[in-house]
């Protein structure tokens, strides 16, 4: 059994999930049939693609810099990881395109922000913000893994996405943090750079998130609808509280010592893999995880054809 502060996990796998999705089955407000709620993570998600490619990006440039074969390995499965969601993450952007969200626009603002701070900061300070990215990931991961009730009325194509990527999110919760102390250092000036990216990352982070979230809510002339509002500020300040726990989650990481593993909650993933492993199959996986978690849910039939957004409805809205 391997230390739990091996870089990254000792079971990291690249699991090549390809989705397919149909129009026909999806709602414009897929999350819960509830605009602020879907549009928050559309927010969110317009940040994906971009977001992943630029720690991909880091990691490819600090991986270079590394002699231990082992390392070398665990970093080149995060890349293939990260790679596979960016990519169908970019599908999930491409159906919100379908029903007339302006998703592009959303990715566009985040790009050119990311291209100007990646501009003016050096590799090392670049690895910084990734390892910070990857904490924000890895604890909203955790905050919503625990809080199936959430997910109750998504569409199973789509909660399953979500499920696969925050269980991977978790798995390789500490690479980037790995890849930082073993390529950049441990000392003082490094725990400055490392508090800094954190300090960056999530002021920029909350900031494109909520700033394209309106921008899509306004979009959408749903703007208005208070209590969609109200039911989006519950769940996001008080019932989970993910946005609240996330903000706590940044104080263990401004400690000198602190390493993504000394929460170890690779047990709360476990069954989700182990039927992943077993069944190949994302959508099972993500049921029978969510019996463990007190919500089974129905499985839907995978559909067979070609990998692309099928839309026999162009526009429809099903909320
Ligand atoms: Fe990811
Ligand atoms: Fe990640």
Redesign the pocket.
Known sequence: MQSPRDMGHDTIEHRDVKFDFDLSQLKKHWFNNDPWMTHLFNGLFCAVPDGERW?MQSARKQMGKLKDEKSIETVKRFIKQ?ASHSREHDLVNAIMLNFGVPADKAEKFFKQVRQKVQAVSSDDMQASIAAAI?HF?AVLSEVLLESPDLFDDMDPKIRSLVYWHMVE?TE?KAVSHELFEQTVGKGPKQYLMRVTGLVGTFGFGFYAVFFNMFYLLYADKQLGNVASAVRMLKIIGYQPGFVRKILMACVPYLKPGFHPWERDNRALIAVWKETYQRTGDVLQATEEFRATQGKPMALHKRSAGKRQVKSSNPGAQAA
Do not use: N
């Open positions: 720690v990260e990857e990931t999110e390789h």
